[in-house]
Nanobody, 124 residues
Framework: QVQLVESGGGLVQAGGSLRLSCAAS????????MGWFRRLPGQEREFVAA????????YYADSVQGRFTISRDNGKNTVYLQMNSLKPEDTAVYYC?????????????????WGQGTQVTVSS
């Protein structure tokens, strides 16, 4: 059983940066592809970014491409989301999860073992 704990959220002004962390417990972390999703107020959870187990390949939503960077440190069982040039529309609860299928990188149902989420608020 994998348990995930997100941290690093907070309040930041537009144009600022935050780095989110997702710490995983359990064995075999380096074999898991990981993803970040977010839930904007009143909306469904949406894909943000994903990374393969070894970190060689990454995937991004169009809305964050060029501003956000996903990375991982398998020695620390942690995946990160560096968020730069933040916009008010990035305000959301951010979640990390383990990818459990070999299908689409972008669908919520391909992921499991969700963390509790961390709130990111970007003020204008």
């Amino acid at each position: 059983q994998v348990q995930l704990v997100e941290s690093g959220g907070g309040l930041v002004q537009a144009g600022g940066s935050l780095r989110l962390s997702c710490a995983a417990s359990g064995r075999g972390f380096s074999s898991y592809a990981m993803g970040w999703f977010r839930r904007l107020p009143g909306q469904e959870r949406e894909f943000v970014a994903a990374i393969t187990g070894g970190g060689a390949s990454t995937y991004y939503a169009d809305s964050v491409q060029g501003r956000f960077t996903i990375s991982r440190d398998n020695g620390k069982n942690t995946v990160y989301l560096q968020m730069n040039s933040l916009k008010p529309e990035d305000t959301a609860v951010y979640y990390c999860a383990v990818k459990i299928t070999y299908s689409s990188w972008y669908r919520e149902k391909e992921y499991a073992y969700w963390g509790q989420g961390t709130q990111v608020t970007v003020s204008s």
